[in-house]
T-cell receptor, first 112, second 111 residues
């Protein structure tokens, strides 16, 4: 089976812009979770989508949003980028809840 | 929310040495995973271990859910073991599925 894929792998944006990141899960995996990793805060949960519905949400402002398509692929969007949004964004997929998570390679976002 | 603490935060070893990494969590969990993050940022699954003991080559892990801790053992370490090791848990109560990661143990293995 192909692993979790994320695009793009690297991205440089300017403050105030918006960005969309994509995650394609392992075949058969219906749950997609997004995480933000920074040196200061570590790995933090953003949200989880299952069957095109947001099922769980972490403690992030409304500028961070996501969606999931019928083929389980997911996108996350960050609007009005701030310098502090510079981070590695990781997605993880599972077959369902309480299952083993598999991570993609991440998208490294730099906001200047 | 649930608290996850990993120790030690940093570890430096000579190739061939053994080590034990610890993960303590503050509440009951539905599951627990250990990951290795390589220098390029990829998180690699090591163990899915909500309870019990598992072994995979030179690595093994034990979770004692009733005492709220998990241990990751690395034997005969190699330079390729270098990286950051994370423990991640899913809370077992409260109805909220918010996976929580520890801050990690940064391991450097010298040749």
């Amino acid at each position: 089976k192909a692993g979790v894929t994320q695009t793009p792998r690297y991205l440089i944006k300017t403050r105030g812009q918006q960005v969309t990141l994509s995650c394609s899960p392992i075949s058969g995996h219906r749950s997609v979770s997004w995480y933000q990793q920074t040196p200061g805060q570590g790995l933090q949960f953003l949200f989880e989508y299952f069957s095109e519905t947001q099922r769980n949400k972490g403690n992030f402002p409304g500028r961070f949003s996501g969606r999931q398509f019928s083929n389980s692929r997911s996108e996350m969007n960050v609007s009005t980028l701030e310098l502090g949004d510079s981070a590695l964004y990781l997605c993880a997929t599972t077959e369902g809840q309480n299952n083993e998570q598999y991570f993609g390679p991440g998208t490294r976002l730099t906001v200047t | 929310g649930i608290q996850v603490e990993q120790s030690p935060p940093d570890l430096i070893l000579q190739e061939g040495a053994n080590s034990t990494l610890r993960c303590n969590f503050s509440d009951s969990v539905n599951n627990l995973q250990w990951f290795h993050q390589n220098p390029w940022g990829q998180l690699i699954n090591l163990f899915y271990i909500p309870s019990g003991t598992k072994q995979n080559g030179r690595l093994s892990a034990t979770t004692v859910a009733t005492e709220r801790y998990s241990l990751l053992y690395i034997s005969s370490s190699q330079t390729t073991d270098s990286g950051v090791y994370f423990c991640a848990v899913e809370p077992g109560s409260g109805g909220s599925y918010i996976p929580t990661f520890g801050r990690g143990t940064s391991l450097i293995v010298h040749p």
